[in-house]
């Protein structure tokens, strides 16, 4: 599968005051869950390969929007822009094409795939504490780095 980062895509910085990780990446989360539904968008991400063919044949393409259809437990989906806006409505799943699939412009069905799948191997992954820096008056931790290991449950 092709590498794609729609979601994280930089530092985050989480404090009393602001919680971009939170603005950025959890408002995106809610807005996909409210508009396809969580048991849609599992179905989705878990048929990724079978929806996303890499340089399909023709048989392949109509492989692909057939598995979307049976994927998709939603009748219509309006899909969600990178800022949580509304995008594109479908008002009838049936009528969505190959091209309505392989568009990858923001607030599209494969754009909004792909980053919510993005969002559950995030989830799943492991990560290891590379540095803690604290303040030297309160001991508190006033920041946190970490690294991906490559891992995932």
Not at 41 to 60: A, G
Request: hydrophobic share 25%; glycine share 6%.
């Amino acid at each position: 599968m092709e590498q794609i980062d729609y979601l994280l895509n930089g530092n985050y910085t989480i404090s009393g005051n602001t919680n971009e990780f939170e603005n950025d990446i959890i408002g995106m989360i809610t807005a996909l869950e409210d508009n396809y539904g969580t048991n849609t968008l599992t179905n989705l991400t878990t048929n990724l390969t079978k929806i996303f063919p890499t340089n399909p044949s023709e048989s392949q393409r109509n492989d692909a929007v057939a598995a979307f259809k049976s994927a998709c437990k939603r009748n219509s989906i309006t899909t969600v822009k990178n800022d949580g806006s509304s995008g594109t409505q479908y008002n009838n799943i049936e009528n969505i094409t190959w091209n309505d699939l392989k568009d990858d412009r923001n607030g599209s069905i494969k754009r909004n795939i792909y980053t919510y799948y993005e969002y559950v191997q995030f989830k799943r992954a492991h990560f290891e504490c590379t540095n803690v820096v604290y303040n030297q008056q309160t001991g508190r931790i006033t920041r946190m780095d970490f690294r991906f290991t490559g891992e995932f449950n």
